[in-house]
């Protein structure tokens, strides 16, 4: 292995790790009423890193309580946009200062490179911060020319207001755990709502030392608060009546769960979900830049991005090279630790997403599916998959349905771009697909025709603040970033006024 030092862990990763984590409720940590503890645990050695409470429905309540009280009294939503945004700005220089501690905390817990934990966790999430933080001075209505005719000669002017919708429930997956809460806490402030984050139980880390950071920029107690706990805690906030938003990033049937509880209350609710994502490389595909674009947004993150490509459709005449392309390199890629710079692919979150990763390998193998690169265990502690690459995958094979949320990428050859549509979309998901081509007649048509929230063409998986993101079909409801982002937080109010 190619290994160059590993990073030292800083002493305030240590000090923070050595605390008695607690919930994060009105401005502070608190000890949670539910006696039960999560163990949090190193991916890249199995070892528990420490613990945090699995909060119930009487924390959950609380945390409630704490962000309903900070509403109700305006205490985030009366201070004029422009001091909220300065205060949002703030923040992000806040994180800028503990960007390294803030990275190795979510490599320690994740298991992803420390490369992406700096680049993307805390790099891209600084400049979504400051991105969304303008939005808060820049939230307006509408003006209205209404004709209504009653009683005559009355004249009426009429105007809309975008008002905070309320408690926002901010539920996160476990990765990107500072990623994905920030891209709930920070448009939610933006739009004047108050907050609770609930990360995923194998990574409650970073969102604690978040909440305590948007304290020390100056977000008033009681507008961001941190539940840690598994189901019970999750269902708990999903379903309280004091709850006026979910904003929900997991797996499809979870979301289905939230939407359901959702509905009983009339809370509004936005859903990021799973996806199986399509890449389609036409006849004139530049094999290079393909076979590096496939890796990138395949691998990343060990393939565990919900918007990661995971089916790769390939016109025959340029199958063979592609196919060997992604395996030779695929086949050379190293195994280590989050914490080691050089190592390109790195443990999976958990053991039990490991488990559930080899089983889809498993299913493929008893299947006779044709493995070009991965496909057996890793021995030692970890819990590691090598970068997979299976070719030739017939359309009813289970890896092409079914999301994996790993290292692998299945490939189809096609001799027609509209048969590898037709595959493309046989989907029950349609969250992301990406292009491969310069002819720009296909491509225009392809954009169209694809069902997918957001469609890359030679590349797949950047993402930009301003540009929106979100699922079409079981991927889910809504759309994050730029103004959507802030219009899944607000309410719109008519009024009307006769003069
Ligand atoms: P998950 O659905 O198991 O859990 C997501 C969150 O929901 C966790 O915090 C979990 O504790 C909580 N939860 C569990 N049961 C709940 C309930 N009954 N009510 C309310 N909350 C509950 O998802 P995961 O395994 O953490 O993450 C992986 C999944 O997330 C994948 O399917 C992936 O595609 C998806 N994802 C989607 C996006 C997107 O933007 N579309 C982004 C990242 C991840």
């Not at 990360?199 to 880390?205: I, K, M, R």
């Not at 906030?237 to 509905?263: D, E, M, R, W, Y």
């Amino acid at each position: 292995m190619n290994t160059v030092a590993n990073v030292v862990v800083s002493e305030a990763v240590n000090q923070f790790l050595a605390r008695d984590l607690g919930l994060f409720i009105d401005g502070s940590a608190q000890p949670a009423h539910s006696p039960r503890r999560l163990d949090v645990f190193n991916p890249a050695t199995g070892e528990v890193l420490t613990t945090v409470p699995d909060a119930d429905a009487q924390d959950v309540d609380r945390a409630v309580s704490s962000a309903r009280q900070a509403f109700d009294l305006r205490v985030w939503s009366g201070l004029r946009p422009a001091d909220r945004e300065r205060i949002l700005l703030r923040l992000a220089d806040v994180i800028e200062r503990h960007a390294e501690e803030l990275a190795q905390l979510e490599t320690l817990n994740q298991g992803k490179s420390i490369n992406i934990a700096r680049a993307i966790e805390v790099g891209a999430s600084i400049e979504y911060v400051r991105y969304m933080a303008g939005w808060t001075t820049k939230i307006t209505g509408e003006t209205l020319d209404v004709s209504i005719p009653f009683p005559p000669g009355a004249r009426y002017s009429a105007f809309t207001r975008k008002e905070p919708v309320g408690v926002v429930a901010g539920i996160v997956p476990w990765n990107f755990p500072l990623m994905i809460a920030i891209w709930k806490l920070i448009p939610a402030l933006a739009a004047g709502c108050t907050i609770v984050i609930k990360p995923s139980p194998e990574t409650p880390l970073t969102a604690l030392r978040l909440a305590e950071l948007a304290i020390e920029a100056g977000v008033p107690t009681g507008v961001f608060n941190v539940v840690t706990g598994a189901r019970e805690c999750g269902a708990a906030l999903a379903a309280h009546p004091g709850i006026s938003k979910i904003s929900f990033t997991g797996s499809t049937p979870t979301g289905k769960l939230v939407g359901a509880a959702a509905v009983q209350n009339m809370t509004r609710f936005s859903l990021e979900l799973g996806g199986k994502n399509p890449a389609i490389m036409l006849a004139d595909v530049d094999v290079d830049q393909a076979v590096q674009g496939a890796l990138a947004g395949g691998f990343l993150n060990q393939g565990q991005v919900c918007a990661a490509v995971s089916r790769i459709y390939v016109h025959r005449s340029k199958y063979r090279q592609i196919a060997d392309g992604l395996a030779d390199i695929a086949n050379a890629m190293t195994l280590g630790p989050g914490l080691d710079p050089s190592a390109q692919i790195n443990p999976l979150v958990s053991s039990h997403h490991r488990a559930r990763v080899e089983q889809h390998i498993a299913q493929a193998k008893h299947a006779g599916l044709r493995f070009l690169a991965g496909g057996t265990p890793v021995e030692g502690a970890g819990y590691y998959v090598r970068p997979t690459v299976i070719g030739d995958v017939p359309h009813d094979a289970a890896i092409i349905r079914d999301e994996v949320f790993g290292p692998v990428l299945a490939l189809v050859p096609f001799d027609d771009p509209a048969e590898a549509l037709r595959l493309a979309n046989d989907s029950p998901y349609g969250l992301a697909a990406s292009l491969w081509t310069n002819d720009l007649r296909a491509t225009m048509n392809l954009v169209r025709d694809i069902d997918a929230g957001t469609v890359w063409v030679n590349s797949h998986v950047p993402l930009d603040p301003g540009m929106p993101f979100g699922g079409m079909k079981q991927s889910g409801m809504g759309r994050e970033f730029g103004k959507h982002a802030i219009d899944a937080f607000t309410e719109t109010k008519s009024v009307c006024i006769a003069h």
